[in-house]
């Protein structure tokens, strides 16, 4: 990314855009679509046979959740549609905002400094590069009652 001086505003222009794609993302869920196929494991179905691909396919969407995969079954036609276009509306979502991420990287990297001693950007004292702000006195610790 540049960051010259000049390329501010048009790394700002550009923020703004994604803001804008941002906006305009529709419905999304995380996880991943599978189509399996299986073997029911009866001897004499024709699944059982070599190179017999099994029954299905099936549908399942996966995601982790909490540290375990879950998997949900889903039907073809206007379920499994719909559960495609929220995956793939994660997608562009997840992207966008490495995008986002990306050119905020970019203005913080081409901004000025503000100059020492200068208020920031709330009208705060900007901190001082090393200083801790540490926290107050401690509290003096209590007798227990008698």
Do not use: W
Not at 38 to 62: E, F, I, S, V
Not at 118 to 142: F, I, L, M, V, Y
């Amino acid at each position: 990314m540049p960051d010259e001086p000049g390329d501010l505003p048009d790394l700002e222009r550009r923020r703004e855009e994604l803001y804008r794609e941002l906006s305009q993302v529709g419905d999304f869920r995380r996880g991943s679509l599978n189509e399996v196929r299986r073997k029911c494991g009866k001897p004499n179905c024709a699944c059982a046979q070599p190179g017999h691909p099994g029954h299905g396919p099936q549908y399942n969407l996966t995601r982790s959740e909490n540290g375990r995969t879950v998997a949900r079954h889903l039907r073809p036609g206007p379920e499994l549609d719909k559960a495609r276009r929220e995956v793939a509306e994660f997608e562009r979502f997840r992207d966008l905002v490495g995008q986002v991420t990306e050119v905020n990287e970019a203005i913080c990297e081409a901004r000025p400094a503000a100059p020492p001693g200068s208020a920031g950007g709330d009208g705060s004292p900007s901190p001082t590069r090393g200083e801790k702000g540490g926290s107050g006195p401690r509290s003096r610790r209590r007798r227990p009652p008698r």
